[in-house]
């Protein structure tokens, strides 16, 4: 996750974030979104009940990003 959020720092700084790469993190949030949802359902790991909701929860947030971002890609769009 460190690496993660390192490498969404380097985009973030720069001056004009490419579009290409901004795809590849809603790409990313989306497949995280989904990977912590499938990993609460498959049973792989033994996780409580306060795990799977931690896990639920989390989902819902990436996924959230992952929608807000997508949401401003569209609009930067619809400029150009």
């Given amino acids: 996750m460190l690496g993660g ?10 001056p004009e974030v490419p579009a290409r790469h901004a ?3 809603v790409a990313v949030n989306v497949l995280s979104a ?11 790991l033994a996780l409580t009940g306060p795990g799977v909701v931690f896990l639920l929860v989390g ?7 992952a929608g807000l971002e997508f949401a ?3 609009a ?5």
């Fill in 72 to 74: 401003g890609l569209r």
């Fill in 34 to 44: 989904v990977g912590m949802i499938g990993l609460a359902g498959s049973g792989v």
């Fill in 23 to 25: 795809q590849v993190v």
């Fill in 59 to 65: 989902a819902v947030a990436v996924a959230a990003f």
């Fill in 5 to 14: 959020a390192l490498a969404l720092l380097t985009i973030a700084r720069r």
């Fill in 76 to 80: 930067l769009s619809a400029r150009r």
